[in-house]
């Protein structure tokens, strides 16, 4: 059971480069989330997915695309990268339960673009 | 809209000292509150949680209270270890805002020998 994964684990881009971050978990939640994670400041949810087949933007969903593959992998592209996106990049995957929500996050991709 | 605001860090604390990490938060209807912990390198990881008003929280030492009469939500410990050291970061979970969370930007703390 590894939870949840991200690839690549580090990224140097050029500005005007695309490149897609792979997230996938193995725990058969439903929903997925993409945070990016900036110097002193908290996650800012980029897109979500409720379940397989949906995506919904987040707080800053500009200059991203996602894919909702299926209910295992949550993909983020960037399609013309900038240096604004430089930054941390995390998947979550959300246990809904009686108990209110848990995410489980995995371990970041971090992002330079030059 | 939801908000939450962190006790700024950094701090440093010696080991066995007493910790607390205020959390404040702004929301509309009955949010969960969280308190995530993100080691060096890793994600975040849920640490303690409370799902309604007087509800306490509690974790690897860690203790937190849901007060919604001060709309708080305190993250404290007895006794710090070195492998405490860590950022810290409370969060809101609110079924009216599509039930998207809300962080704060976190406190690190550095807990010395």
């Known amino acids: 059971n590894a939870g949840v994964t991200q690839t690549p684990k580090f990224q140097v881009l050029k500005t005007g480069q695309s490149m897609t971050l792979q997230c996938a978990q193995d725990?058969?939640?439903?929903?997925m989330y993409w945070y990016r994670q900036d110097p002193g400041m908290g996650l800012r949810l980029i897109y979500y997915s409720a379940s397989e087949g949906t995506t919904d933007k987040g707080e800053v969903p500009n200059g991203y695309n996602v894919s909702r593959l299926n209910k295992r992998e949550f993909s983020l592209r960037l399609e013309s990268a900038a240096p604004s996106q430089t930054s941390v990049y995390f998947c979550?995957?959300?246990?809904?339960?009686?108990?209110?929500?848990?995410?489980?996050f995995g371990p970041g991709t971090r992002l330079l673009v030059l | 809209g939801n908000s939450v605001t962190q006790m700024e860090g950094p701090v440093t604390l010696s080991e066995e000292a007493f910790l607390t990490i205020n959390c404040t938060y702004t929301?509309?209807?009955?949010?969960?509150l969280f308190w995530y912990v993100q080691y060096p390198g890793e994600g975040l990881q849920l640490l303690l949680k409370?799902?309604?008003?007087?509800d306490k929280g509690s974790n690897k030492g860690f203790e937190a209270t849901y007060r919604k009469e001060t709309t708080s939500f305190h993250l404290e410990k007895g006794s710090v270890q070195v492998s405490d050291s860590a950022v810290y970061f409370c969060a809101l979970k609110s079924s009216a805002n599509a039930g998207k969370s809300t962080f704060g930007d976190g406190t690190t703390l550095t807990v010395k020998p």
């Open positions: 979550a995957s959300i246990k809904e339960g009686s108990g209110g929500e848990t995410q489980y």
């Open positions: 929301a509309t209807g009955y949010p969960s």
């Open positions: 409370a799902t309604k008003a007087d």
């Open positions: 725990m058969n939640h439903n929903s």
